[in-house]
């Protein structure tokens, strides 16, 4: 059974960070490509950032370019969103998605609210 353990939302000022967590067991990780979507409420959903599964290929949100930063840690299990500058757009509920070989899988999300 594939489970997902978000952490790392919360409440920041505009201007602010934080790092988002995803640890996902039940697969073998190594071989996912993994994504952060966020979805708020009245917008359709994005994909915020993309790693491969060798890591060695990341995309982001035009958005989000040059202030958020994905990366991966294959012997943790965890895949994280490291968020800079953060602006009352980038308010949503962050996902984590891990895909391969047709096999997609979501976590529950975390809130991250950007707002002074």
């Known amino acids: 059974q594939v489970q997902f353990v978000e952490s790392g939302g919360g409440l920041v000022q505009p201007g602010g960070s934080l790092r988002l967590s995803c640890v996902i067991s039940g697969l073998t990780f190594r071989l996912y490509d993994l994504k952060w979507f966020r979805r708020a409420p009245g917008k359709e959903g994005e994909l915020v950032a993309s790693i491969s599964s060798e890591g060695d290929n990341t995309t982001y949100l035009d958005s989000v370019k040059g202030r958020f930063t994905i990366s991966r840690v294959d012997t943790r299990n965890t895949v994280y969103l490291e968020m800079n500058n953060l602006k009352p757009a980038d308010t949503a509920e962050y996902l984590c998605?891990?895909?391969?070989?047709?096999?997609?899988?979501w976590g529950r999300g975390t809130q991250v609210t950007v707002s002074s």
């Open positions: 998605n891990a895909y391969a070989h047709g096999h997609n899988y």
